[in-house]
């Protein structure tokens, strides 16, 4: 998700991929933490660990790549429970929406591609400890959480998409005030439906996010 972070100078500089620079914040660890209390083994939460890590830098690469592309000068910071891909500002409404749409696109071509590898590998009848696990966590994670990140809410990559068509016929204030009304409607909605299947944590993000839009509906 793009979720702005916490951008503070004990961010750590881990790696750059094709010239992006993906930088780790502390609060990566309390991703580390909560995996290991999730999965019950060192072994899955190992796995865990990488399989969320991995979603998470793929979906911030998808959003960094297309900004590349138009040379606005991406850098990833990847926090708890997800990343932020920080670039210039994108010169034109198309430029916009392929930078935001890259992000859950990447994330649903990961999903496919460990598809395709966890058909392959069991017609191979290969023995492995880790791909029966780690495989279907990567299909499942990435598609749920493309899917949820591809609600009409902001500031999730769904709400900017929503926010981006309805610029194209509004004034950018109208555009904001009907995108933030609409973010509320969801947020409120996806909030109602995770508690109904008593997914609290996802209810609680929502009802943060529900919140948040309906601060800036009274703002804007
Ligand atoms: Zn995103």
Redesign the pocket.
Known sequence: ??LPGSETGNDVHVLDVAGIPIRFSPMWLILVVLAFRWAGSMRDGVIMVVALTLSIVV??LG?AFASKAYGLQPSILIHAFGGWTRHLQARTPNQDLIV?AA??GAGLALALVSFVLLLAWRASGLDSAVLPFLLPYLVSINVYLSIL?LLPVLPL?GGRIALNAAQRYAAPAQALRTTALLSVVVAALAALGAAALSDWFIAIFFVALGVRAGMMLRDA
């Open positions: 998700m793009s979906h911030e959003h935001v992000g859950p990140n990559d």
